[in-house]
């Protein structure tokens, strides 16, 4: 028989607690909603990350040409002000997942995504005449241990398209690109 008080055990907690950024300080904005891990410190020094992040209330606004060619046009030079190399994307209409490497002495990741996400955020917002914010301010990132596990990665991302009913082949996605190739 279960008791109540055994209900949920082992799962995480719920309770609103703290919101700790990966570098160790509380967040600017103040408790999180539920409790989420905190960025692990990576294994290597310069690791290939998978990135998901949404627009802000899922707005679906980035499927379109602008959006994709604001991002590009970040990214690409990102390698050289910012130390972070941009590799395989795909823009989806109310997210966008990617790859991304930095090199050696690069700019922190936390420090890099608020960067990006602020200058894309107003361009996009100027752009389709819309009022900003663009992002949710959070994101999602994972590391990538094996050659495999990126082409594994890439090749489910690409196929969201598919899942969505948007196409009926990945590579009819006109919104999805490479800008740097990322070696293992």
Partial sequence: M????????????????????????PSPTGPAPFRHLAHVPSFR???IVFFT???????RILASPQCERILD???QRSADHDGWYVGHYILMPDHVHFFARPEIG????????????????R??????SIKPPVWQPEYFDRYLRSSE????????????AV????????ELWPYRGTINDLMF
Wanted: contains cysteine.
């Fill in 2 to 25: 279960t008791k109540e008080s055994d209900i949920g055990a082992g799962a995480p907690s719920r309770r609103r607690v703290p919101t700790v950024r990966p570098e160790g300080g």
């Fill in 163 to 170: 899942r969505a009913g948007l196409v009926e082949a990945a």
């Fill in 45 to 47: 020094d310069n690791p």
């Fill in 53 to 59: 992040t949404c627009t802000y209330q899922r707005a």
């Fill in 73 to 75: 046009e970040i990214w």
């Fill in 123 to 128: 361009r996009i917002a100027a752009a389709l």
């Fill in 149 to 160: 596990n990126y082409a594994e990665k890439w090749h489910y991302v690409e196929q969201n």
């Fill in 106 to 121: 690069a700019q922190r990741m936390a420090d890099w995504v608020e960067m990006w996400k602020s200058v894309s955020s």
